[in-house]
């Protein structure tokens, strides 16, 4: 395993410079965290926490990258908000019990939050955009060969439980980096102008709707859902589209559920009451009340090792209140705000350029859909989950699309009659970027 990581990463590195003039780095090494986070929980694999470090190494690498990239945007007031919150929650650690441990754990989630931030800050153009996404897209291919190969060639990936545990990584875990590639890989069928793509986006869109079932998570599910939804609403006037998309699912459907193994289990997806979760929110509730101002700074359990580790209670807004207080939620509610009015402003200028939709898709169905996943899941503050880093890529985005709707501090964008990559040779590119730095191939 150590002699396959560092072939890896090697591999890896030599791959980013050959492509560093056509592809944003920034993305390459996104989509190499998003394979890896998983991984780095797996409970089977050889020496799987060795998977951790490269995976700490991607988000480190990302920031340290996104602060010096060259002609990078500057971030705006949704960026900044979000990330002082991200900053107070690291810095709550200083008040727990167990200060190095939480400032640790925490050090994870704040490292991918940044990472996402400035994978925002760096896109060039609506061109170098649709090449990243494609690049994250390729990253969700890779997880489904890699879980359904496992589960095609070890029949006990399927837990006892009745639910996919491919390489002994959590089942829950599985369901939402599969929902977060579900959302990725629809956004290139949808909005990608090249039709080779556009199969392999509808193509993952097939494979991972049945791995999330497998996996039993609705959380997930339902993230992967609300996800889908905000990326088809541009599109409810083309009822070819909607058909087509629907009658697919609905086909994958009736086929899954009609040859679906037997040990898998499907009834938890008809419960969905809050049963599984009750006992863990009063728990929070009651740490909540020993330090409601500040909170108990890190919610943690210890290992049977004796390394203390973060303890989820199944939210993400009820860990910030447990583990920050209400000061820390007074803190989350004004970086909401800001992040709300932001967003608004970014709809509004999508809505006038066309040639913003693919961006504007992207981010607002990140964005509703980790939100959402955030009431009955804690992944949003874990440094091994993908949501804090897409969640901050999304809310990078949002500065981005705002500013192009801000003549003071961009000049307005020109309309474009469709989305295509070859928008990016407007004289001012709409997201934000100046019309000197895009690339010299898309000026014609």
């Not at 920031?63 to 705006?76: C, D, K, T």
């Not at 939100?371 to 804090?388: K, R, Y």
Request: proline share 6%; net charge positive; hydrophobic share 55%.
């Amino acid at each position: 395993m150590i002699l396959v990581v560092i072939t890896a990463g090697l591999f890896a590195h030599l791959l980013v410079l050959l492509t560093a003039r056509r592809i944003n780095p920034m993305f390459m090494f996104a989509a190499a965290f998003l394979v890896l986070a998983p991984l780095s929980t797996s409970l089977e694999l050889p020496h799987a926490h060795l998977i951790k470090y490269p995976r700490i190494y991607c988000s480190v690498l990302m920031v340290a990258i996104g602060l010096f990239y060259p002609r990078a945007v500057g971030p705006g007031s949704a960026s900044v908000s979000f990330l002082g919150f991200a900053i107070f929650y690291w810095a709550a650690g200083l008040w727990s019990d167990e200060m190095l441990y939480a400032l640790g754990y925490k050090g994870f989630f704040l490292a991918a939050a940044f990472a996402g931030v400035l994978m925002a800050r760096t896109v060039r153009d609506t061109n170098d955009f649709a090449v990243g996404v494609r690049c994250l897209g390729l990253a969700g291919v890779v997880f489904i060969v890699m879980m359904v190969t496992n589960f095609l060639i070890n029949p006990a990936a399927i837990s006892h439980v009745g639910r996919l545990a491919a390489f002994g990584i959590n089942p829950n875990t599985i369901g939402q980096t599969a929902a977060l590639m579900l959302i990725i890989g629809f956004s290139i069928a949808l909005y990608d102008r090249s039709l080779p793509w556009r199969w392999i986006g509808f193509g993952s869109l097939v494979v991972l709707f049945p791995l999330i079932v497998y996996t039993g998570s609705r959380a997930s599910a339902g993230m992967a859902a609300v996800g889908a939804l905000v990326l088809l609403k541009p599109f409810v006037r083309r009822p070819g589209v909607l058909f087509s998309v629907f009658g697919m699912l609905a086909l994958v459907g009736w086929v899954l559920f009609s040859t679906l193994d037997q040990q898998i289990d499907t009834q938890r997806f008809s419960q969905l009451d809050t049963q599984t979760r009750e006992s863990w929110w009063l728990d929070a509730l009651d740490h909540f009340r020993s330090s409601p101002v500040i909170g108990t700074g890190w919610l943690y359990l210890t290992t049977p090792g004796g390394a203390p580790t973060t303890q989820s209670v199944l939210s993400a807004w009820l860990q910030i209140l447990v583990e920050t207080g209400v000061l820390g939620v007074g803190i989350l509610l004004i970086s909401t705000m800001v992040i709300a009015v932001r967003f608004i402003i970014a709809g509004r200028a999508a809505k006038r350029d066309r040639s913003l939709l693919y961006a504007s898709g992207v981010g607002s169905a990140l964005l509703y859909a980790i939100v959402a996943h955030a009431f009955f899941e804690s992944s949003m503050l874990i440094g091994s989950a993908s949501n804090p880093l897409l969640f901050g890529f999304a809310v990078g985005l949002v500065d981005r699309l705002a500013k192009a709707n801000l003549p003071a501090e961009e000049v307005p964008p020109t309309r474009g009659p469709s989305w295509s990559p070859a928008s990016a040779a407007l004289p001012s590119d709409p997201l934000g970027y100046p019309a000197s730095a895009a690339p010299r191939d898309s000026q014609r």
